[in-house]
């Protein structure tokens, strides 16, 4: 069995967000193991976290939002399909707003960031879902 992935620096990119038209900073920190993919609104005072799972997904109709007692993350989709590609489990993507910034419209922005960053080996299984 593979063992779980995070990133070994961190690292950012900024954009516009596609729907709110937001200037907006996606800054990728490392994550201990277990932790999955989650998602922190660094604009917000608490600082809410937000676990990208399919239990915190709320809206699809224009790209994937997850959202956790009234606050929100949109457009989403293409840093998981980075995440996912790269085999990244365990990561968290700060934003200082409520939408990821958009790139070019595909995960290709986020691969390259996220590639120079580094792909750390952690020393737990990966759990199959």
Do not use: C, W
């Amino acid at each position: 069995m593979p063992n779980q992935k995070t990133i070994e620096k961190t690292v950012s990119f900024a954009g516009v967000g596609l729907h709110t038209g937001n200037e907006t900073t996606i800054v990728f920190k490392p994550a201990p193991p277990d932790t999955g993919a989650v998602f922190i609104r660094t604009d917000l005072p608490e600082r809410p976290r937000i676990k990208a799972d399919v239990a915190h997904v709320v809206d699809v109709s224009r790209g994937t939002t997850i959202g956790l007692a009234g606050v929100r993350v949109l457009t989403i989709e293409h840093v998981l399909a980075a995440f996912a590609g790269l085999g990244i489990d365990n990561i968290y993507a700060e934003v200082n707003a409520s939408e990821a910034p958009v790139g070019d419209g595909s995960a290709s922005p986020f691969v390259q960031v996220l590639s120079e960053a580094g792909i750390l080996e952690q020393d737990r299984v990966r759990k199959e879902v």
